[in-house]
């Protein structure tokens, strides 16, 4: 698991550091200039006659530049400063890593003497950046981008918003970025992941020891690591009972395939059983594409909500009276772990008795709307609701005592009391009719395993599953050629690799032992 911070918790986090725990700021600079001198010599390997420029800044970004140009001097590696900005409004910090470089005979200029540099350093703004770029500093921005070498941003490309990775105004556009401590969510959000470039987050001293009791509000899951420790073990003795039945109500006519996605994802996910409730022509092509599946009509609901373990409403089910009657009987007489998707959450949008129903339902729910979805269910146009995504998936799910996953290039998994979890995998090739649905079957596939679970839990877990389901099925097909069914086929190969196989030769790694 890896945080994502705001400005305000990583200078509140900097200040536990140094007043609390006691490492002074100028020890923490130092050891920022140091990742920012190995990032450096890096991008450097290779040149016979390398030439470093570091546009700085008078805050503390530009005190890291300052530092680092007085570093890379020590190795030999001919630096100039291009300074920008009112050097009497320079920080303490600042001040003191320019008095170190009085007698270093590093240039400082203002204007840069060449157009051609090895490595080009960006230390104009760092984080906290609220406001758009404008004057001097957008000129030297703009001048920046346009000179010729590779370009290192320090902690977040200047003009970039480090809390939603907006653009304010000009900006510059790094092929790389160090960060300092803890990875700063405009780097990963877009469009600011667009102008970082490869991110690099550098140990510079403050450590999850500086939250002091208050973590940061954003994290993303990462590698197998993360999902081994979190899929359910599958027990040797155990029966297609034992791993869970999905009660999928789904499909109508001429939306089948949406039922034979999700029904596939949730098998590919494990799921011992899955029942689909849709009509007679779906049942027909459920039948000639998942055999596997059980089936039957809207008519079966009450005997088979008693043998489910999840339910999961809405992939292709239309908005008929029967189809609402169902979605309105499963909110407000069961209680098992539910999942509402597609035409479930547009029924849900128009009904305020439903909406009533769903926040008081004793029973855990999963509601999984993209942009679209989300604007039908809160009333806000799709352009607000795309600025602060996760903002507004967070209020939906105080007001309806749920799980909100906000579906966007970016997904964003939201619940009240708990912080927000940022899918980061993903490609193009998943914006594609059908995958939707695939996360639907995914999420009850996996909750069925374990609904001890919470919501949650399982819905982190289904969404990072999901997304690398997503990459595995672009690599093999291309973004071009990716398909729903691609991305629900891929997902059984990588539960399969998170637990270590490899060529079916080597069995699951033991969840105690590790072995």
Known sequence: MRYLVTAEEMRRYDANTIEKI??????????????????????????????????AGMGNNGGDGLALARLLDECKVPVTVWSVGNEDKATAQWN??????????????????????????????????????EGDFARAI???????????ALDVPSGICSDTGRALGQAVKADETVTFAFCKRGLVLYPGS?????????????????????????????????????????????NKGTFGKVLLIAGSPGMAGAAVLAAKAAYRAGAGMVKVLTDNGSREILQQTVPEVLYGSYKDLEESLPWADVVAVGPGLGK??????????????????????????????????????????????????????????????????????????VSLAEELHAVVVAKD???????????????????????TAGSGD???????????????????????????????????????????????KDIADAVGKVIHKAFGYTGGTKGRQDTETGK
């Not at 450096?40 to 016979?48: H, S």
């Not at 003497?113 to 960006?122: A, I, K, T, W």
């Not at 509601?367 to 995504?389: C, F, S, W």
Request: net charge negative.
């Open 22 to 55: 006691g490492i002074p700021g100028m020890v923490l600079m130092e050891r920022a200039a140091l990742a920012a001198r190995d990032a450096v010599l890096e991008m450097l390997r290779g040149r016979a006659f390398p030439r470093v420029l570091i546009l």
């Open 96 to 133: 003191k890593q320019r008095h170190i470089l009085e007698h270093s005979g590093i240039e400082f200029v203002s204007e840069p003497p060449r157009e051609q540099y090895d490595v080009l350093v960006d230390a104009l703004f760092g984080v906290g950046l609220s406001r758009n770029v």
């Open 142 to 152: 703009e001048r920046f981008n346009r000179l010729d070498g590779r370009k290192l």
């Open 194 to 238: 667009l102008y970082a470039g490869k991110i690099r987050v550098a140990d510079i001293g403050i450590t999850p020891k500086s939250f002091l009791g208050e973590i940061p509000g954003m994290f993303c899951l990462e590698g197998a690591e993360d999902l081994c420790g979190r899929i359910p073990a599958r027990a040797k003795e155990g």
């Open 320 to 393: 008929s009276g029967e189809a609402c009657r169902v979605l309105e009987r499963v909110i407000a007489g069961s209680s098992l772990p539910l999942i509402i998707d597609a035409d479930g959450l547009n029924l849900l949008a128009a009904s305020p008795e439903m909406r009533k129903d769903l926040a008081d339902r004793n029973g855990e729910t999963i509601l999984t709307p993209h942009v679209g979805e989300l604007a039908r269910l809160t009333g806000i146009l799709p352009a607000q609701l795309k600025a602060g995504l996760w903002e507004h998936g």
């Open 409 to 431: 290039a970016r997904s964003f998994v939201c619940a009240p009391m708990e912080p927000v979890c940022v899918n980061l995998l993903g490609n193009s090739g998943m914006a």
């Open 438 to 484: 695939v996360l639907t079957g995914v999420l009850a596939g996996l909750w069925a395993q374990d609904t001890g679970s919470s919501g949650f839990d399982t819905a982190c877990l289904g969404v990072h599953i999901h997304a690398a389901a997503g990459d595995l099925a672009a690599e093999e097909q291309g973004e071009y050629g990716c398909m729903a």
